[in-house]
């Protein structure tokens, strides 16, 4: 790498408060579903990773333990499909755990999928397989958004902005932060 070159064009932004292992599969999941399906009626959901860290996401949320509310896939998964907006909690204090997040948490699997370990550490990949009444659709994510392969947008970067620091800065503070990042780039 040259003098002048910049590490930052290799660099990943998470689109949310999220374990950076988790997000594939959460964007995967909410590629499949979109608004087209009602939780309540997925039968099941696979959700698989390399090996490295498919224990990591692999684990139960303890809604009394911040960290497990990042690195549960499961409960990362609940949040995208029952409250989005939760996604982008970084102090975690007020999270959701409803009975309806309880009960799909429960048809979500871990699997080990060793194909996708030649795109790691380089991605985070994932793929997930959602069964809905006997219909399956799968979808695999290499690269999530905010990673090389897939830079934010200047309004992608801007939302994000607007969801994690509005409420600690307001909204003028947090375009103050926008322009002073725009013209350092």
């Not at 997000?23 to 608004?35: F, K, N, Q, T």
């Not at 907006?85 to 871990?110: G, N, Q, W």
Request: net charge neutral.
């Amino acid at each position: 790498m040259g003098q002048d070159a910049s590490v930052y064009t290799q660099l990943s932004i998470k689109p949310y408060s999220s374990a950076k292992q988790a997000i594939a599969a959460v964007e995967a999941l909410r590629s499949v579903v979109g608004d087209r399906i009602a939780p309540d009626s997925i039968r099941s959901v696979a959700i698989r990773v390399p090996k490295a860290y498919a224990g990591m996401i692999g684990g139960e949320v303890d809604i009394g333990n911040r960290a497990t509310t990042f690195s549960s896939v499961r409960y990362q998964a609940a949040l995208a499909l029952f409250h989005p907006a939760s996604l982008y909690d970084i102090e975690r204090d007020r999270l959701p755990l409803s009975a309806a997040m309880k009960a799909f948490m429960s048809k979500v699997t871990i699997e080990v999928d060793e194909k996708l370990a030649r795109h790691y550490p380089v991605c985070w990949p994932a793929a997930v397989v959602v069964d809905v009444d006997g219909n399956l659709s799968e979808q695999t994510v290499l690269a999530a958004p905010g990673d090389p392969d897939r830079r934010f947008t200047d309004s992608q970067v801007a939302d994000k902005a607007a969801h994690v620091l509005d409420a600690a800065i307001g909204p003028r503070k947090r375009s103050e932060w926008l322009e002073i990042g725009r013209a350092h780039v």
